[in-house]
């Protein structure tokens, strides 16, 4: 069975972004999973991408951006493996 991967895509002082911090760390109390989270101010390509989207989170490569992003969207992608 492969670990199931959370990425965050964020910035410095999003206060949307640490939320979102919060619930994965949440999730880690009920599924396994390997955690990496993205500064999108590091990396142009990621900036141009999301600048105006963060945070965004992909969980096993399927992105999730609000308003689909949620607690109880990312545990119902965690549950299909």
């Known amino acids: 069975m492969e670990m199931n991967e959370i990425t965050l895509f964020s910035r410095n002082n999003c206060s949307l972004c640490e939320e979102v911090k919060v619930w994965i760390d949440l999730l ?45 969207a990312v545990r119902e992608r965690l549950q299909k493996y």
Do not use: C, M, T, W
């Open 28 to 72: 880690a109390y009920d599924y396994s999973f390997e955690f990496r989270e993205k500064d999108i101010e590091e990396d142009d390509d990621l900036h141009e991408k999301y600048a105006l989207q963060i945070p965004v989170v992909h969980v096993n490569g399927e992105e999730l951006i609000f308003p689909q992003l949620s607690e109880n």
